[in-house]
């Protein structure tokens, strides 16, 4: 028997630094859809997924937590791994930057990198965005601010390893010009890599660090540890035992097929990672596929801006394949896609209650009520069946193909058009008036045969995307192992002729919208609420008297901006249209907010506080917040409020 061709797929590292949400499920299942396709196909696939571990920002979250920074990465990294058996995600391999065998690695791949000359040790001047970890020319600023995130930037300095990544930029704009290869897609991101990082020059990249701890260290000089685009990036060859003992895959998995990820680290996998593989005489990726993201009321959807849909919910709620259904379908290829759970219902109800389920359905109850669920051995196939035939024989190799390009959502799209197609031939085809004329009994088995047989064939090629619902399709339809697996759905009339169906349960429930939403909004509303459980409340205050109260002018206000107080973990500084003329205020709320969040809001603030100066900044008064679990929430009003109306 010849060997199975090797297959390597890779979704990024995630950072553990808060719990997984709907974002990194795009990724995951996409890679999913294409490994369980591949295996299908007979490849040997390996699926590599995991967490990349190290870094700044764990460091302080788990000081936050006050934990070590490996007891707060292990409790997320649970999280992922039970979030992924939650969506059916079939990976083989799950890397840990913590792991002692990527670790290893990471440090030959250093001291290799140092050795050939490749890593200079120099001072770093330049412009730090501490929650992405990343550096930044000043021409790379959006506004002075992190051109990824929109945060602050701070000035940072510091002694240093360099990686002579401007040397490779004649090769790597050779390499994502290479027409042939093709390396990354969309090619609408191969623009943006050349006009926005090769064109203004590519700068040399700083690769330790001495600031913080939590990194893997540089063998050859005490102090610094490893930057961790460097320690991350190497994950895709540490996997399969590069300079390691622990795996010996390299051999047999590298190079990778495809790297897949999301459009702000494309830079990275397009520039950083295949320098760094040229440089230590490696063989590249084959292609780095750069997808949209999910956006949430307009911004990306991350850990930190709060409104994150808990994935877990949503599966344990409307099944695990409704859900990544939904995502793959939604999300375009190359564009972004905007989560609501109100077009999610829409897609659960429209392609998956009505049109499969429905299909699925009326066509088994018709079976079962003609035929007693066995069909006729005898067939009358007539011109006009043709055209569904048709349409059916044309998905195998565009849907194949679609998948494999990571265009999930247009194979999807096609095998749905052939699902509606196939309702509408049972009205073409009237069986209950078929079913009145004794003459027309084959002539209904047919019909009925054409149905299931197509069923069968859509079927087989959602499967990598819904694989738990198919298997009980197939039962449903009677459908044998042989005329379910892959390449059956290339060929007409697999199915047994005298076909025996199975009534089952319906496959979809279809969603009630209002109700739904309203529950889910109480569903969260009680999360939020539980937070504040088991925080013992302040004990009431003396009376004071009324008088005394009166003395304070509480109004409102309206945020017109806010920003950090540099220097300060505590202070954020709001300037206020107070209603006369406007004024600045620092309150100590910026552990609980991201600036931008509060842009906007309108507030209720102390108004006749005499000045007081903070961190070298004038505060002109007291914006109120109230206690929120182990932090505070501004007060808001009704964003409608004249600003400066009086409070009272
Ligand atoms: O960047 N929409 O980790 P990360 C779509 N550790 N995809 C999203 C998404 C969203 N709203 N949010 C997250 C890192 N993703 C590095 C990677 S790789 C060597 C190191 C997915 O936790 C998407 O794949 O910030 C994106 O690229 C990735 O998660 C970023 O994950």
Redesign the pocket.
Known sequence: MSEKKPYYIT???????GNP????C???LACDVVARLKRMQGYDVMFLTG??EHGQKIEKKAEEAGITPQAYVDEIAAKFVKLWETMGITYDRFIRTTDSYHVESVQHIFEELYKKGYIYKSEYKGKYCTPCESFWTESQLVNGKCPDCGRDVTDASEEAYFFKLSEFAPRLEALLLDEEKNFLEPKSRVNEMINNFIKPGLQDLCVSRTSFKWGIPVTFDEGHIVY??VD??S??ITALGYQNGTYNDFEKYWPADVH??????VR??TLI?PAMLMALDLPLPKKVY???????SGG????SSGNVIDPFVLVDRYGIDSIRYHLLRE?PFGS??P?TNEAMFNRINCDLANDLGNLVSRTVAMVDKYFAGTLLEEQQVIDSDEELLAMTDKLYDAVISDYETLHISDGLEKIFRVIARANKFIDENEPWKLAKDDSMKVRLSTVLYILLDTIRRCTILLSPVMPHIAPEIFEQIGACEKCTALEAANVRFELKKDITVKKGRVLFPRIDIEKEIAELEALSAGEKKEEDDGQPLEPLKENCVFDDFMKLDLRAGKVLSCEKVKKSDKLLCFQIDDGFGGRQILSGIAKYYEPEELVGKMIAFVANFPARKMMGLESNGMILSCKFGDGYKVVELDPNTKPGSDIG
């Open positions: 979704t990024p590292i995630y950072y553990p630094s949400h709907i974002g990194h795009y990724t995951t967490l990349d961790v685009w991350a990036l994950n895709y897949v990820m999301a459009k702000e680290i990275f996998h990672w750069g997808h949209g993201w999910i956006t949430f990306k959807m991350s850990k999300m972004d896609m989560y």
